[in-house]
């Protein structure tokens, strides 16, 4: 048997069958068949998944489904949660799932005994820690508890613990907890600027600790605990990090750095001590909730048949969207205000995982890889960039997500934005009737000209794909699972086009560039002729500037 000829066959009748469906729309897909969206949707306890608005038809979810078993998706998985070295770059594991470890639901694939009992001691490390500043326990250096909390990182080190906290705004009880990821100045001097150092407890998160970026800001901080009288400022600062040595030599006592290890990525740890601040703003009852959904989700990856399986499906309308369809872009919509930082966790997660040019093999993809991540909140957004996804000249496959029950305060407003959510799908795949438009037009005092104009203009054409998550609630539960699904998903989709879904190698040129460059704008006679003349024009106009 020859697979790779098997996988290259399914793959181009999968092409061939296209042909035919890209010719169908919508519309004509759900009148040939009544139970398209029973065949097209997955229920479990918590969540529906309905993709029966994406352009596929049942032959071509077959020939996808043959696809992914053909090239052992599933032999793949269990690889994933083994903890064999499939970061092949780094040769490292990918082992964010023994994070969520459950000791009331051991998963038979994670059999590393002494990495588990080294996860489970740093989690119940960083929870008591956790627990300690919320109860007072852990007081600053003049014994008053912790009312904030800075916490300092960027990239995978924040944008999950941020987006988190977010979404459980609702259960935060603990200490308020700001988040200083960019270099720019302001973001820091802004922040501080309403706390109160002898309260303030900082979080410097960075697994190398070598993060140019966060050691700048956490300088800063430091410094402005200094400048505010604070004596004993050990006590006020903490490292979540892989570097023990590195937080040492900044002067971090050892019983304050929190452990992340190496075969663990930035964009996977929240799950670790890099959850330490949502452990603080929610609870550890919570953040175990958290981990006990996500759990839940890779025992499914893991054990559900792939017809069934939420992660593998998203996967493979994801790919079909890209790779069949040839849509460059996904927007997420989440109708759910405490959502509202998701666009941009899972911007991180999809784009850094996947944007790769190069496969396994060290040959370059033929197909295109991650597409670019963006969105909003609904129903925001339906008055911003909306108009561009009904009339617009591009196709952009959106992800909407709704929850069934709210966890508002104010729960008459929730049938409506349900309403606007399921209706925006609905106004994505069948457009608008020109004979409905027309009669609600003539009811005007119009000309024929102006009726027929005013059609053309108000005519949406549909066909436009999306899926839609509807989920019970937002619980912790929930969101772990959610979170999980999608960082399977990403795996899946790295499975299929043959890349390492787990370095971000790219994103270390530009900070060696901006090494260089900042060493000839801060030293005056300093020159570089390598520089390309729009580099050297613009260094040229910065030291220009007035004082």
């Not at 109160?196 to 410094?223: E, V, W």
């Not at 570097?243 to 992340?260: Q, R, Y």
């Not at 872009?329 to 759910?336: G, K, L, Q």
């Not at 203009?457 to 699904?485: C, Q, R, W």
Request: proline share 3%; aromatic share 8%; hydrophobic share 40%.
């Amino acid at each position: 048997m020859n697979k790779k000829k098997d996988i290259s066959i399914l793959w181009e009748k999968i092409n061939t069958n296209a042909i035919s469906v890209k010719k169908k729309s919508l519309k004509k897909l759900f009148e040939e068949d009544k139970d398209r969206f029973k065949k097209f949707s997955i229920m479990t306890e918590d969540l529906l998944l309905d993709f029966s608005k994406e352009n596929i038809d049942q032959k071509s979810f077959e020939d996808l489904i043959d696809f992914i078993k053909t090239i052992g998706i599933k032999k793949s998985i269990r690889k994933l949660f083994n903890g064999e070295k499939i970061n092949i770059t780094e040769e490292q594991s990918a082992l964010h799932t023994l994070l969520r470890y459950n000791p009331k639901n051991p998963l038979a694939e994670h059999t590393d005994k002494k990495k588990i009992e080294d996860v489970l001691t740093e989690r119940n490390r960083m929870l008591l820690f956790a627990e300690n500043i919320r109860s007072g326990i852990y007081l600053s250096s003049i014994d008053k508890k912790y009312t904030d909390i800075l916490h300092i990182g960027v990239g995978g080190s924040s944008l999950g613990p941020k987006m988190v906290i977010n979404a459980m705004s609702p259960d935060a009880d603990g200490p308020n907890v700001h988040f200083i990821s960019n270099l720019d100045g302001s973001n820091l001097s802004d922040v501080i600027e309403s706390l109160s150092p002898t309260t303030t407890l900082i979080i410097i998160a960075s697994k190398s600790f070598t993060t140019h970026d966060t050691l700048i800001n956490a300088n800063s901080a430091i410094q402005w605990l200094r400048d505010n009288g604070i004596k004993n400022i050990k006590n006020h600062i903490v490292a979540i990090t892989n570097s023990l040595s590195g937080a040492k030599d900044f002067g971090i006592n050892e019983e304050n750095i929190f452990k992340i290890w190496d075969w663990v990525g930035g964009r996977f740890s929240l799950w670790s001590s890099m959850g330490l601040p949502i452990a603080i703003a929610i609870g550890t009852e919570k953040f175990i909730k958290i981990l006990e959904g996500a759990n839940e989700a890779d025992d499914h990856f893991l054990n559900q048949p792939i017809e069934k399986n939420i992660p593998i499906l998203m996967g493979l309308i994801a790919i079909w969207r890209r790779n069949i369809m040839n849509y460059s872009t996904t927007c997420v919509v989440p109708y759910e205000h405490h959502l509202s930082l998701l666009p941009s966790y899972l911007q991180q997660l999809e784009m850094e995982s996947n944007g790769k040019t190069l496969m396994w093999d060290n040959s370059i993809s033929i197909l295109k890889t991650s597409p670019i991540i963006w969105g909003g909140t609904g129903t925001e957004v339906q008055h911003s960039f909306f108009q561009l996804m009904h009339q617009g000249t591009d196709v952009i496959p959106v992800d909407f997500l709704i929850g069934k029950n709210t966890r508002s305060k104010i729960k008459t407003h929730h049938n409506l934005l349900v309403s606007n959510c399921i209706a925006q799908s609905r106004a994505m795949a069948f457009g608008s009737s020109k004979k409905i438009i027309e009669k609600e037009l003539s009811e005007k005092s119009l000309s024929n000209e102006k009726l027929n104009e005013l059609t053309k203009h108000m005519e949406v054409s549909g066909n436009k794909p999306s899926t839609t998550y509807m989920f019970d609630s937002l619980t912790p539960k929930v969101l772990g699972k959610l979170i999980a699904y999608f960082e399977h998903k990403v795996f899946v989709m790295g499975c299929i086009w043959n890349i390492n879904s787990f370095d971000q190698l790219g994103v270390e040129l530009g900070k060696k560039l901006a090494q260089e460059i900042n060493e000839i704008i801060t030293e005056p006679n300093l020159l570089n002729n390598n520089l390309d003349s729009s580099s050297a024009g613009l260094i040229a106009n910065f030291k220009n500037k007035s004082s």
